[in-house]
T-cell receptor, first 115, second 112 residues
Framework: AQKVTQAQTEISVVEKEDVTLDCVYE???????LFWYKQPPSGELVFLIR??????QNEISGRYSWNFQKSTSSFNFTITASQVVDSAVYFC????????????FGKGTRLHILP | NAGVTQTPKFQVLKTGQSMTLQCAQD?????MSWYRQDPGMGLRLIHY???????DQGEVPNGYNVSRSTTEDFPLRLLSAAPSQTSVYFC???????????FGSGTQLSVL
């Protein structure tokens, strides 16, 4: 069955430090999709990235970068030069479209950026 | 565009009462889903739908019913509310089950 593990429940770093949020997934399918979402203190859920299982290239978007490694079933998220506005809960999610249409989320990592 | 609209934003129920959480989207999305968010538990899938007339169970379906009579609407029904259903509920939609989700603003439900 599909499963997403975010082992880091809560992380605190000082502003301008780099921080990596870990995501480990389990799947029996060769075709799957991975996602990251952000939930700021205001509560809304914001999409950050979608990656399919056939694209292992790392992606960079400004201060955000994602490292997808099929060998370790990981899809980690790094924030470079963190800012207070990055404080949020971050969720990793997995979809297995060939099996069913469920999108399953991890338990999330709460990130505190300290000024 | 309004996107995904959830109502109400807040609701307090007594144990045993019933209610319906409304969810509507105006993006012509085929896929819609309901999640509940509890502290330390992340987002857990309750029910989902891949199109009008089709629904399926997620991870935590017990105590909840859904229907999908139109593409736009996906209501979530609590037939007999229990304190364990106290949670924040999010409705979401997308073009397909492997596409990014658009979330509503959430409903904070308390069952006393």
């Amino acid at each position: 069955a599909q499963k997403v593990t975010q082992a880091q429940t809560e992380i605190s770093v000082v502003e301008k430090e780099d921080v990596t949020l870990d995501c480990v997934y389990e799947t029996r399918d060769t075709t799957y999709y991975l996602f990251w979402y952000k939930q700021p203190p205001s509560g809304e859920l914001v999409f950050l990235i979608r990656r399919n299982s056939f694209d292992e290239q790392n992606e960079i978007s400004g201060r955000y970068s994602w490292n997808f490694q099929k060998s370790t079933s990981s899809f980690n998220f790094t924030i470079t030069a963190s800012q207070v506005v990055d404080s949020a809960v971050y969720f990793c999610a997995l979809s297995e479209p060939a099996r069913d249409d469920k999108i399953i989320f991890g338990k999330g990592t709460r990130l505190h950026i300290l000024p | 565009n309004a996107g995904v609209t959830q109502t109400p934003k807040f609701q307090v129920l007594k144990t045993g009462q019933s209610m319906t959480l409304q969810c509507a989207q105006d993006m012509n999305h085929e896929y819609m889903s309901w999640y509940r968010q509890d502290p330390g538990m992340g987002l857990r899938l309750i029910h989902y739908s891949v199109g009008a007339g089709i629904t399926d169970q997620g991870e935590v379906p017990n105590g909840y019913n859904v229907s999908r009579s139109t593409t736009e609407d996906f209501p979530l029904r609590l037939l007999s509310a229990a304190p364990s259903q106290t949670s924040v509920y999010f409705c979401a939609s997308s073009y397909a089950g492997d596409e990014k989700l658009f979330f509503g603003s959430g409903t904070q439900l308390s069952v006393l």
